[in-house]
């Protein structure tokens, strides 16, 4: 399978504006797209495996799109940290649906969202009136929901933005395993796959992560009480979808409680829901049957 192409959009902000980065798979001129959205503090590359899976299966008959959220990867940091929330995040992903429209009619959206991600695509799936070329047809939220468990925030806190510099790729690799052991098992391939899009390269040799660290100042301002409130605004958008909606789970996730998941498929569009043992969070969709899961659902 080639290499994602590397792409860029112009995405309006209160800043004056950044670059946001994507990699794009499969035939640029396909109807159908699937956009995946990558977690607090990763990148598009994450969905490398789960792409080419998508390709293969649909004959080459649709395009994945995978974004480097602002200040992740290869997209500008933004110059105001206190924007690193969804609230901008939403307006850069419909300059980048908007794009690919204007490129390709799109007839069919999906979205795969993990973390983070999932929850920028309800927002997007949910929220009537946006200017979208299509509505979201197909919604799998990866290991999230309108419930998000404080101690999973916490810890979560606890790494996020504290990085130093590595010798090698192997070294940052390694660094990475060991803050992710609820992501589950993964070979030494696989980790070092998964980790290679993590680090960028520092001018005097070494290597450190690929994001900015002020991304973690928005999660650290975060208070009990505020992820409360914001706990009811997020199920009405849930309740509003519409959207066939499939909900995949580490089984052993802090972040989405069995008790959430469980609503999850009573509520709104009643997801179907589909857990992983082994797994906390998140799932990373490189394991067959997590890859499966997915193209099942998009592909059926």
């Known amino acids: ?162 990085f130093g510099r590595y010798p090698t790729v192997e070294a940052g690799a390694q660094a990475l395993r060991e803050i992710s052991q609820s992501f589950g098992p993964h070979s030494d391939a696989q980790w070092l796959a998964l980790s290679r899009p993590m680090l960028r390269p520092l001018p005097e040799g070494d290597w450190t992560l690929h994001y900015d660290p002020a991304i973690a100042l928005p999660v650290r301002a975060l208070t009990p009480e505020a992820a409360a409130q914001a706990e009811a605004s997020v199920w009405a958008l849930y309740d509003r979808l519409a959207a066939p909606t499939l909900l995949l789970r580490g089984a052993e996730s802090d972040l989405l409680s069995p008790a959430t998941a469980l609503a999850m498929t009573q509520r709104g569009p009643r997801a179907a829901l589909v857990e992983f043992a082994g797994v906390g969070h998140a799932p990373t969709l490189v394991a067959q049957d997590q890859v499966d899961a997915v193209c099942s659902f998009l592909l059926p």
């Open 1 to 162: 399978m080639p290499e994602p192409t590397l792409n860029y959009v112009t995405c309006p902000g209160p800043d004056g504006g950044h670059r946001m980065a994507y990699w794009a798979w499969g035939h640029p001129a396909a109807s159908q797209l699937v956009v995946c959205v990558h977690g607090l503090a990763r990148q598009g590359r994450d969905f490398d495996t789960l792409a080419q899976a998508l390709v293969a299966r649909s004959g080459g008959a649709l395009r994945v799109v995978c974004p480097d959220m602002p200040g992740r990867g290869r997209s500008d940091w933004l110059k105001d940290p206190s924007l690193y929330q969804i609230p901008a995040y939403v307006p850069a992903v419909l300059a980048l649906l908007q794009q690919l429209g204007r490129e390709a009619p799109i007839a069919a959206l999906d979205w795969v969202g993990t973390s983070m991600g999932g929850l920028i695509g309800l927002v997007v799936a949910a929220t009537p009136d946006l200017p979208l070329p299509s509505p979201v047809r197909r919604l799998v939220l990866n290991d999230v929901g309108p419930v998000v468990q404080w101690e999973a925030l916490q810890r979560i806190g606890g790494y996020l933005g504290r």
